[in-house]
């Protein structure tokens, strides 16, 4: 690690000490009516040189080589400028461009993205399935930009999402068919990343940002656009992807660190006609990460192609495909026995286990193997200004089979070593998605539209099976015992008993949904929306084909309302809405009803601001969430009759959120939240819980921070520094007036970086977790988390 920092140390001075006469080109960009164009991209084409003009619509190239370009001038939604330039040695060139729009049109078109605030969310397609700013939406979301990724040395979700204000990681990823990456906590409630480009895209094992253009986390029931099958009540994790565009570029990195940490990654892009119609782009990585304890590792390979096509100017295809392969150990977890009190157990808290923190108490032979294979289609067609047609395919099939080792904490320091595997365990998913959308007025009044039909199919053919090692001391941290819980040991007890978990089954839901968003005034919008969903189960078998459950079908509508008031039109908003989603639950209950979907019900307001040129962007909001129609058990069951259900049981969810997003003084951008959360059980005549917070609502008060900043263009152009962290309170796992509480300890985890970004190549440098501290998370579990982390890494762009 020290001989790979000292050579980025001389690497670094030796290129930016080297003696070329470069030169700069510099200029000004205005709006056919005379009026600065801020934030405009101008480039030198086919190389990976250019900026953004400023608010007095100047802009900068610095360090460019001698030679003949062609100087590019970009703006969304307005056709490209180019001018041919000769570049001498040493000598500054001054290009000014006129971009045909005028300033009202600029704004319009939403050229104002204000880049020095690079981290601020301006707008997003897939949050209401149509484009729509930030400040005209009332649903609630954080966007973590690839530019943010790069500043943090983020190589993946766990990495980047740690930067979304209430998303508390609850669970590593399993691997396993069907999971969506790590499970997190959103809002009270578990949530996972099954969504890409707002379809399905699961990735079942550690989810590699090597293909990610940014990440969306849309906060709330969810139901009415995305349905309930990747969704929760908390929210959704949409991953929004790397596309093709027209000129040669990419870059090509490599990565080393603490715990045998190496990676490789590329980005390469090419138009492969001379029209630019077809365009070629591919991601891929290899990753390998050791791990804190004695044993332990995950190693993944990722490939990322996507292509398009543009067929004419009304027609336009992008297919592309992500294909994840990997190999590793389960990161360890710790369960409570069933009904085991926590008195009988002898400590209370995470940091009060006798457990060895860097010991894993399991044989690296116990590993898993694990595929992820997702293809997709879209196809879009332009009907003319107003109306637009977009096609959407996906298709997901995922694969696991091997050990997962995990653990049960026992009294006497007893841990009770087990394993549930997976036996060639494969998900399939289908989903095929058309969307109609529009832009239109009807006695000049603006509506923003979109009408759906959905088809969604899950195929599970997933097998577990699980025993019991033995038990040990968790004291014994070497010799034959502490390693006989290998893959010879544990394949023996397999071969004499087993108890096996067939999870087999397949469904259909069809749905329809439209949304429209009507400016009932130029400030002053409203949203309605509403879906019906038929959901048909089709019963679940063993692998003997044995019917195991009876099929079953549901039809849900999911309603949706929202008004948002410009109080200061593109600057600062008052929203509101109204969301709901659902879960179709099988069964009937003690009176031989069928049950019906469980129901969540969210009402939320607050603030959305733009303020100070785009400065200072931001939500403040308070949320809250009932879920009804809970099934519980029923008190009146006895004997045969106690295996009875009644549904009528209640959960709320209630809570502040504050985000901020800020760019105070040149080179210095913040991103600032907190968040406060009050979860309980409130109607589920159990008093064991009744009226407690539930062990899997995570902590209630969390937050998160990152300072950064790059030096002043006359100092080292392209030198930068980032610091900040994240903090949980204490999270009851166990929270029970029976049994008791333990608690996993309130954590504050600091993490910094230093980067040097020149327009050739990138040296980055992070620290996480800087100050090397214990930590636990879990929901109804403990999982020791990873201590100081450090990885240098080193780019090189053409």
Do not use: C
């Not at 570029?249 to 045998?260: I, K, L, N, Q, R």
Request: charge should be positive; hydrophobic fraction near 35%.
């Amino acid at each position: 690690m020290y001989k790979l920092l000292f050579s980025l140390f001389l690497l670094f001075f030796s290129m930016t000490l080297s003696a070329q006469q470069f030169s700069t080109i510099k200029g000004k960009i205005t709006t056919s009516d005379g009026q600065a164009a801020a934030y405009i991209s101008v480039g030198l084409k086919n190389k990976a040189q250019g900026n953004l003009s400023d608010e007095s619509g100047s802009y900068s190239i610095p360090r460019v080589k001698p030679g003949n370009y062609t100087l590019r001038a970009t703006a969304v939604g307005s056709n490209p400028i180019e001018k041919a330039i000769k570049v001498l040695p040493g000598e500054d060139l001054t290009v000014d461009f006129i971009i045909t729009e005028n300033s009202g049109q600029l704004k319009e078109i939403n050229i104002n993205s204000n880049k020095t605030n690079k981290y601020a969310t301006k707008r997003s397609e897939y949050v209401s399935k149509m484009p729509l700013r930030n400040l005209e939406n009332s649903q609630v979301y954080s966007s973590i930009s690839k530019e943010l990724m790069a500043d943090q040395l983020s190589f993946s979700i766990d990495d980047a999402t740690r930067n979304a204000p209430g998303l508390q990681k609850m669970w590593e990823a399993t691997g396993r068919g069907g999971d969506g990456g790590s499970y997190y906590n959103l809002r009270g409630f578990i949530a996972q990343s099954k969504l890409r480009n707002g379809i399905a895209g699961n990735v079942t094992s550690r989810i590699d940002a090597a293909n990610l253009e940014r990440i969306e986390v849309i906060k709330g029931p969810s139901a009415t656009l995305f349905g309930n099958a990747l969704t929760s009540y908390g929210g959704l994790i949409n991953r929004v992807t790397k596309k093709p565009y027209d000129h040669i570029g990419g870059e090509v990195t490599y990565a080393a660190g603490s715990y045998d940490f190496n990676r490789v990654s590329v980005d390469f892009n090419t138009p492969l006609d001379t029209a630019k119609t077809l365009l070629f782009r591919v991601n891929a990585a290899y990753n390998y990460e050791g791990s804190f304890q004695d044993r332990g590792f995950d190693k993944g390979f990722v490939l990322a192609p996507s292509l398009s096509y543009k067929a004419n100017d009304r027609l336009s295809f992008l297919f592309d495909a992500e294909i994840f392969s990997g190999k590793n150990t389960g990161k360890q977890i710790f369960f409570f026995p069933y009904q085991q009190s926590v008195a009988a157990l002898g400590v209370d808290r995470a940091d009060q286990l006798s457990v060895d923190y860097k010991k894993s108490y399991f044989s690296n032979d116990l590993t898993q193997q694990s595929r992820n294979t997702n293809l997709f289609g879209n196809m879009e067609y332009k009907f003319s200004d107003s109306w637009t047609s977009q096609t959407n395919i996906t298709y997901t099939k995922s694969y696991s089979n091997g050990f997962s080792p995990y653990f049960y904490l026992m009294p006497g320091n007893l841990l009770s070593r087990e394993d549930q595997s997976t036996m060639n365990s494969k998900m399939n998913v289908l989903e095929i998605q058309q969307n109609f959308n529009a832009d239109f007025h009807i006695g000049g009044h603006r509506n923003r539209f979109v009408v759906g039909l959905d088809f969604l199919r899950i195929n599970s053919d997933q097998l577990f099976y699980s025993a019991k090692y033995d038990e040990l001391s968790a004291g014994v941290t070497s010799g034959p015992a502490y390693d006989s819980f290998n893959r010879t040991n544990m394949e023996a007890v397999y071969g004499k008993d087993k108890t096996t978990y067939p999870d087999i089954y397949k469904t259909n839901t069809y749905s329809a949904y439209i949304s429209d968003v009507f400016n009932i005034t130029d400030q002053f919008m409203a949203l309605a929306a509403i879906r019906v969903d038929r959901f048909e189960h089709k019963g679940s078998y063993d692998r003997q084909g044995k019917q195991r459950s009876e099929p079953y079908k549901q039809t849900q509508f999911a309603p949706k309302f929202g008004l948002v008031y410009q109080v200061l039109k593109d600057q600062l908003s008052l929203f509101a809405n109204y969301q709901n989603g659902f879960t179709n639950v099988p069964g009937t209950n003690f009176e031989s009803k069928a049950l019906k979907p469980e129901q969540a019900n969210q009402i939320e307001g607050g603030i959305k601001m733009d303020l100070f040129d785009g400065k200072l962007s931001g939500t403040l909001s308070y949320y809250d969430i009932k879920v009804e129609d809970m099934v519980r058990p029923y008190q009146g069951g006895t004997g045969e009759n106690s295996n009875l259900k009644i549904q009528d049981g209640t959960q709320t969810s209630k809570g502040f959120e504050a985000e901020l997003v800020a760019n105070p003084a040149k080179g210095l951008n913040i991103i600032a939240g907190f968040t406060y959360n009050d979860s309980k059980l409130v109607k589920v005549q159990d008093p064991d819980v009744e009226g407690l917070r539930p062990g899997t609502a995570a902590s209630p008060y969390t937050a998160n921070l990152w300072l950064n900043y790059h030096l002043p263009d006359n100092f080292i152009k392209g030198l930068g520094f980032g610091v900040g962290g994240n903090y949980a309170s204490d999270n009851k796992v166990l929270n029970s007036r029976a049994y008791g509480v333990f608690i996993l300890p309130a954590y504050t985890i600091l993490n910094a970086s230093a980067f040097y970004d020149h327009p050739k190549f990138r040296l980055g440098l992070k620290v996480d977790n800087l100050t090397d501290k214990k930590y636990w998370i879990g929901y109804t579990t403990v999982n020791p988390q990873r201590l100081r982390n450090i990885i240098g890494s080193l780019t090189y762009k053409f």
